[in-house]
């Protein structure tokens, strides 16, 4: 089980990389969003420029935070 610290900051942060992965990353988020020993992890997902509907697919999920490049970063 994951805790906050004593200034409110999540002690584990889960960064997910990823790049046109609109057919995948709702069952690794649901898989994170679900799991009880998580639900104070920081989990945020890394769009590097995806061409397809990764980021649309990240939003549905309020907990998790979505950094979006516009260009792909490598």
Known sequence: MTDKNNHGIPELGIIIPAYNEQEGI???????????????????VIDDGSTDHTSS??????????????VNEG
């Open 26 to 44: 709702a069952v690794t988020l649901e898989a994170l969003t679900g799991e009880p020993g998580l639900r104070d992890a920081d989990i945020i």
């Open 57 to 70: 697919v990240v939003r549905q999920f309020p907990r998790v935070r979505l950094i979006h490049h516009r």
